[in-house]
């Protein structure tokens, strides 16, 4: 009996709108032992934030350029490539040409275009006749590469 009289009599000293009965939901520390919580300056959030992304959103769009000027060269190139092999297929052949074997182009001076396996140093007298426009390569797609080429002709 004595238990619960004493349990009766015991009254809490801290005030009821004092406390909380869910302190750990709250956003706040709720004794002083609470660890310390400073708000964030929002400025300097959303500044940080800006930064960093246009850091990265700059750095992503620059690889992108990179890769659409690479892009752009190659398509440059493929292209080249096509109206020299629309030049050369226009030429005078006598022979099939194989793939990965290297030829001559010459201009006859008549102006028919030539493709012949004679390089321009194997002629001797016979090749007097024949400017030389260059060296040239069947590729696997059918499409011709300039190995050499006489720099006063211009495909």
Do not use: C
């Not at 009766?8 to 002083?32: M, Q, T, V």
């Not at 992503?60 to 020299?84: F, P, S, T, V």
């Not at 006598?94 to 390089?119: A, D």
């Amino acid at each position: 009996m004595k238990d619960k009289k004493k349990q009766a009599e015991f009254i809490n000293p801290i005030d009821k709108d004092k406390i909380s009965e869910n302190p750990h939901s709250l956003e706040y520390g709720h004794h002083a032992g609470s660890a310390l919580i400073k708000p964030e300056d929002q400025g300097k959030l959303k500044s940080r934030s800006i930064n960093s992304m246009e850091q990265q959103t700059d750095m992503q769009l620059g690889q992108i350029y990179d890769q659409m000027q690479l892009l752009a060269e190659q398509a440059k190139k493929i292209n080249e490539r096509k109206k020299i092999s629309e030049f050369i297929y226009t030429a005078e052949m006598r022979f099939e040409p194989f793939i990965n074997h290297t030829y001559h182009l010459y201009q006859k001076e008549t102006g028919i275009f030539s493709l012949s396996l004679v390089g321009p140093k194997q002629w001797g007298k016979s090749g007097a006749n024949l400017e030389f426009v260059g060296t040239v390569k069947l590729l696997a797609d059918h499409t011709w590469d300039i190995l050499e080429r006489n720099e006063k002709f211009d495909f």
